[in-house]
C-alpha cells in the first residue's frame, strides 16, 4: 500500500482516480462491491456453551473423569457419583464467574452507529461510515469520528484527537503539506486515521483505505494472528497432572502385578488398583483451585479490577516486567498548567490567588488571564462546582481555561471588562492565535498565544523582574534557551504576549477596509501582530498520578520491572520517566525509528536494559513483549488504546483501563475500572496470595493422598485386607478436606509477600519444602498409621473397627496440621489461630461430620465404621500431634537455611 502522506494531493487524487468533488454514485457503488465495506471483522464471541467447554480442558477434570468412568464401569456407584459431581461443581464455578466477568465487560461497551459526512456528485450527502470507499471525499468538523483514513486535501485549524492509536496524549494538528516517507504515524499531521476524533476546526480529505486496510483494520489482524499464551499456572498444573497421571498409572499396575503374583483374584486386584488410583488423585483439588480462584477475583474486583479469565488472577502474582503506556496510566491523560515563567522567574498556580499576590507575580497572572481570553475552551455545566466542570476544547485551552478559574480569575467578568471585538483561530501553518479586545472608549488591547519563538520574534519589550525591559537580541537568545530548557523537560510549551492600539489607529489607512469582528485571514491580522510585549511562558504536561511514583518503587521492591511504552516523543518519555524514578540513560530509551534498525535477536539484548520506548507503533509493542517473554519474563501489558491491543492479547497479563477502546478491553485479561495504577500493584499482590494459597492447598491434600496411597499398598504387601477403604478415602478427600481446603482460600496471605521476588514460570508448583512436608515426613507419618494398622490387626482386633481408627487418623490429623499449612514462614503458635476464622468454622464442622460418620448408624452403613473408645482417640490424637511436631520441624529448618523474614501474627 502506498504511503500516500508523502505524496501530494495531486497525485493521491490521480492516484485514487478520483477529485476534489469525489465520486460520483455509480462509481462508489462500483467500488464497494470489489473492495467491500468498511467494517473491521470482529473476532467471534465465545458461547456461553464454549465457556462451559473451556472448564474441561484442566488435566485434572480428565483425570476425575477417567477415575469416575470406571468406578461406574466396576458398579461403583457411590464413588462414581461423588466423583462425577466433583467435576460437575468444580465446572459450574468456573463457567459462571467467567460467565460473569464477560457479561460485566459488555455492559461497559456502548454500540453506537457512525456517520459520515462525504461528497457524492459534489454535493454533501450523509451516508453509513460502512458504505465509504477509498476514493471518497470526506467533510470533516468538530466532533466527528473519522470513518476511514485519510490524505487531508483542505484544514482549517483541524486538530484530532490520535490518542486511541498513537497514544500521544496532544491532539494532532493537521495540515496538508507532504511529509516525509519514514515518518512515525504520530507525525503524519496530513493524514487522519480510522476511529480518532476530530477536536477542532474542519477540513476535508481523500479516503485511502477502509475496512481491514486501515490503520485500525491491520491491528485487528495483529490481534487475530497473535496466540494467546497459556499462564503460568496452567503450565504449572498441567504439568502436575501428567505427573500425578503417570505416577498413579505406574503404582496401579505394579500392585496389580505384584496382586496377581500373591494368587489374589483378577477382579480383586482390579478393583484395588482402581482404590489406588481413587486414593491418589486429590478430588478436592480442581474445585479448591478454582475456589482459590474465584475468591481472588472477587478481592481483585473489589480494588476495581475486573478479571475477564479465571486462571489469569494467578499470573499476575508471577509478573516480573509491567509494561506500561504514558497516557492515562501513569499519567492523568489530561493536560495541566505546570508553570508560568516570567523572565526568568517560574510561578506555580497555586500562588497566583489576586488576593494574595505579590507585586512580582502579577505578570504571571496576567499571562494566564491571556491565556484564558486568548481561548475557545468552553464550560458546559458552569453552575456546578469547580471540581464538577465539564470543559469542551482542546487540551491545552481547557488546561489553561481551568487554570485561570483556579487562579481566582473569571472569563466572563473579564470579558466584560474587555469585550472581545474579533479572532484569528489557531492554525498549525502559522502556530499562534490572536483575539482582539476592546479595552475602554479609545483603546484596543491585542492578545496572543501560540509558537514561543514566533512570538519572541515578533515582540520589542518583555517583562523581567517586575518591570517592563527592552527586548534586545541578546534578551531574546536568553528567552529562547529558556524555552528549549523546559521543551527537553518533556514539557509543551507556550508563549504569550499582548499590544495596546488606539482604536483611531486600527480604523484609518490600511485597516480601513479590515473588519476585525469577520476576519479569518492571517494576513489582514500580520498588519497589527507586530512591536508586541512579550509576557512570558506557560508550561504544560499531562501531570503524573499522585501515586505513580510509589507504586513503580512498590513494583521495583517487588522484584518487578517497569517499562514505558509510549507513543510519545522521546523528551516527554524520558521526563516522565525520571519523574516515576527510573534511572534514565542514553543507552536505556529507544525510538521506534532505532527499533525498525534491530533485529529480533538484538531485541532480546535490547530489552533486557531499555526501561523506555518512545514514539513506538502498535507492531513495535508487540515486538517488545514477544522479546521479553523469549528472556523468560512473565509480561503484564497496560493500555488503553487501540495501538495496545495486540500486545495486550499477546501479553501474559493484558491490563486495559475502563475508559479505553472497548477492543482493548476485550483483548485484556484485566480491566482497571478506576484507571488507577495502584490497582495493578493491589492486584499483583493479590496474584501472589493466590499462588501461595493453591501451595497451601496442594500440600494438604496431596498429603493426604498419599498417605492413603501408602496405607493400600502396604496393605496388599503385607497380605492384609485394605487399611481403608475407597469410599472412606472419598469421603476424607471430599468432605473432610473439602471445606477446610476452601477456608485456607481465605488466607490474607504474610504481611511481606510484595518484598518476594516473583515465582518464576519454569519453577515447579510443588517446590522442595513442599515436597519434604508431602513426602519425606508423609513416609514416616504412614509407615507409622501402617505399623498401627498391621498391629491391631494382628492384635485380632475387628478388621472394620481397625479400619475405623485409621480413618479417624487420618482425618483427624489433616485436620490438625491444616493450622501449621496456613503459613510456611511462620511457626504454628507465631499464627494467631483467629486470623481465618473460615479455617476455625470449616474445621470444627468438619470434625462434626468426622463424628457423625464414625458414630451415625446411616454413616455407618455407608462408610463400613464402627463406634471408637477413649483408647482409640487417645491413639488418634497422639498420631496426629506427631505428625504436626514434624510438620513445624520442616518449617523451622527451611526459615533457618532460607533466612526468611516472619512478619508477626496472621
Not at 146 to 160: G, S
Not at 494 to 507: N, P, Q, R, T
Not at 589 to 615: F, S
Not at 748 to 764: F, L, N, Q
Amino acid at each position: 500500500m502506498q504511503n500516500f502522506h508523502a505524496q501530494t494531493i495531486e497525485y493521491t487524487l490521480k492516484e485514487l482516480k478520483t477529485s476534489k468533488i469525489g465520486l460520483n454514485k455509480i462509481e462508489a457503488e462500483n467500488r464497494l462491491k470489489i473492495i467491500g465495506p468498511n467494517v473491521i471483522e470482529e473476532e467471534k464471541k465465545q458461547s456461553r456453551l464454549a465457556i462451559f467447554l473451556e472448564q474441561f480442558k484442566s488435566p485434572l477434570i480428565v483425570i476425575l473423569l477417567i477415575a469416575g468412568a470406571i468406578s461406574l464401569l466396576l458398579r461403583d456407584f457411590v464413588d462414581g457419583g461423588v466423583i462425577f459431581g466433583t467435576v460437575l461443581l468444580n465446572t459450574l464455578i468456573g463457567f459462571f464467574q467467567e460467565n460473569k466477568a464477560n457479561q460485566a465487560l459488555a455492559k461497559l461497551k456502548k454500540i453506537i452507529e457512525h456517520k459520515a459526512i462525504i461528497l457524492r456528485d459534489g454535493h454533501e450527502v450523509e451516508v453509513d461510515s460502512g458504505v465509504v470507499v477509498p476514493g471518497d471525499i470526506i467533510i470533516l468538523k468538530s466532533g466527528n469520528r473519522v470513518p476511514a483514513d485519510a490524505r487531508l486535501v483542505e484544514a482549517i485549524n483541524l486538530q484530532a484527537d490520535e490518542a486511541a492509536l498513537t497514544g500521544e496524549s496532544i491532539p494532532s494538528s493537521k495540515s496538508t503539506a507532504k511529509i516525509l516517507e519514514g515518518a512515525p504515524l504520530a507525525d503524519r499531521e496530513n493524514m487522519v486515521y480510522a476511529g480518532t476524533i476530530v477536536v477542532a476546526g474542519e477540513g476535508r480529505g481523500v479516503i485511502t483505505a477502509t475496512g481491514g486496510n486501515t490503520e485500525i483494520g491491520k491491528i485487528a489482524k495483529m490481534v487475530e494472528a497473535t496466540e494467546e499464551e497459556k499462564t503460568p499456572l496452567q503450565l504449572k498444573l498441567s504439568g502436575l497432572s501428567k505427573y500425578i497421571g503417570i505416577l498413579v498409572t505406574i503404582i496401579c499396575f505394579l500392585v496389580f502385578l505384584i496382586g496377581i503374583f500373591q494368587g489374589r483374584k483378577f477382579l480383586e486386584m482390579f478393583t484395588t488398583s482402581i482404590a489406588i488410583a481413587v486414593a491418589s488423585i486429590p478430588e478436592g483439588l480442581a474445585v479448591a483451585v478454582t475456589v482459590i480462584l474465584v475468591i481472588g477475583m472477587q478481592k481483585i474486583l473489589k480494588e476495581k479490577a475486573l478479571t475477564r479469565r479465571l486462571v489469569s488472577a494467578e499470573t499476575l502474582g508471577s509478573t516480573t516486567v509491567i509494561c506500561t503506556d504514558k497516557t492515562g496510566t501513569l499519567t492523568l491523560g489530561k493536560m495541566h498548567v505546570h508553570q508560568i515563567i516570567v523572565g526568568d522567574k517560574e510561578f506555580n498556580i497555586k500562588h497566583l490567588a489576586p488576593e494574595m499576590i505579590k507585586e512580582e507575580a502579577k505578570h504571571a497572572l496576567f499571562a494566564l488571564q491571556i491565556g484564558a481570553l486568548c481561548n475557545d475552551a468552553i464550560i458546559e455545566n458552569p453552575k456546578d462546582a469547580l471540581l464538577d466542570w465539564r470543559l469542551i476544547g482542546t487540551p491545552t485551552e481547557t488546561a489553561l481555561l481551568s487554570a485561570a478559574y483556579q487562579s481566582g480569575l473569571d472569563k466572563g467578568k473579564l470579558l466584560q471588562a474587555e469585550p472581545k471585538i474579533g479572532e484569528l483561530p489557531f492554525a498549525s501553518e502559522y502556530k499562534y492565535m490572536v483575539t482582539l479586545h476592546g479595552r475602554n472608549r479609545d483603546e484596543y488591547v491585542l492578545y496572543e498565544k501560540g509558537a514561543p519563538e514566533l512570538l519572541i520574534d515578533k515582540s520589542v519589550k518583555y517583562y523581567s523582574e517586575g518591570k517592563l525591559k527592552s527586548l534586545t537580541g541578546a534578551e531574546k537568545k536568553k528567552l529562547i534557551k529558556i524555552y528549549e530548557s523546559l521543551t527537553s523537560q518533556g514539557l509543551r510549551v507556550i508563549g504569550v504576549a499582548f499590544k495596546e492600539a488606539k482604536k483611531k489607529e486600527l480604523a484609518d489607512g490600511e485597516f480601513k477596509k479590515i473588519d476585525w469582528n469577520s476576519s479569518k485571514n492571517h494576513k489582514d491580522w500580520e498588519l497589527i501582530d507586530n512591536n508586541l510585549i512579550f509576557v512570558g511562558f506557560i508550561s504544560l504536561k499531562d501531570p503524573l498520578r499522585e501515586e505513580a511514583a510509589e507504586t513503580i518503587k512498590i513494583c521495583r521492591e517487588a522484584g518487578i520491572r517497569p517499562v514505558i511504552i509510549t507513543g510519545d516523543h522521546q523528551l516527554t518519555a524520558r521526563a516522565i520517566g525520571m519523574e516515576v524514578g527510573l534511572k534514565i540513560k542514553n543507552d536505556n530509551i529507544i525510538t521506534g525509528e532505532e527499533l525498525d534498525k534491530v533485529n529480533d535477536d538484538k531485541l532480546r539484548e535490547a530489552v533486557k536494559r531499555v526501561d523506555i520506548y518512545a514514539r513506538v507503533s502498535p507492531h513495535h509493542k508487540l515486538r517488545i513483549v514477544k522479546a521479553l517473554q523469549a528472556n523468560g519474563e512473565v509480561v503484564a501489558m497496560t493500555g488503553d488504546g487501540i495501538n495496545d491491543t495486540p500486545a495486550l492479547k499477546a501479553a501474559d497479563i493484558g491490563v486495559a483501563l475502563g475508559t479505553g477502546a472497548d477492543v482493548a478491553k476485550e483483548s485484556s485479561d484485566l480491566v482497571l475500572l478506576d484507571c488507577d495504577f495502584r490497582t495493578i500493584v493491589s492486584a499483583v499482590k493479590e496474584g501472589r496470595i493466590i499462588f501461595s494459597n493453591i501451595r497451601k492447598v496442594l500440600t494438604y491434600l496431596i498429603s493426604d493422598s498419599f498417605t492413603e496411597v501408602i496405607l493400600i499398598v502396604g496393605s496388599i504387601m503385607f497380605g492384609s485386607p485394605l487399611a481403608i477403604l475407597p469410599a472412606q478415602i472419598l469421603w476424607i478427600n471430599i468432605v473432610n478436606d473439602g471445606l477446610p481446603n476452601f477456608a485456607l482460600a481465605m488466607e490474607r496471605g504474610e504481611k511481606g509477600i510484595m518484598k518476594d521476588k516473583p515465582i518464576s514460570k519454569h519453577e515447579p508448583i510443588i517446590n522442595r519444602e513442599m515436597k519434604i512436608i508431602i513426602f519425606a515426613v508423609g513416609i514416616i507419618r504412614d509407615l507409622f498409621a501402617l505399623s498401627i494398622f498391621i498391629y491391631l490387626w494382628k492384635s485380632f482386633f475387628v478388621i472394620a473397627h481397625v479400619q475405623t481408627i485409621i480413618f479417624a487418623l487420618i482425618g483427624l490429623d489433616s485436620l490438625l496440621y491444616i493450622f501449621a499449612l496456613r503459613s510456611f514462614c511462620r511457626p504454628v503458635w507465631r499464627i494467631n489461630p483467629f486470623g481465618n476464622l473460615y479455617v476455625v468454622g470449616a474445621v470444627l464442622f468438619s470434625f462434626l461430620l468426622l463424628i457423625a460418620a464414625i458414630y451415625l448408624k446411616p454413616m455407618q452403613m455407608i462408610l463400613s465404621t464402627v463406634a471408637l473408645n477413649f483408647h482409640d482417640w487417645l491413639i488418634v490424637v497422639s498420631f496426629a500431634f506427631i505428625n504436626l511436631i514434624m510438620v513445624e520441624m520442616v518449617k523451622i529448618y527451611y526459615n533457618t537455611k532460607e533466612k526468611r523474614i516472619k512478619f508477626g501474627k496472621a
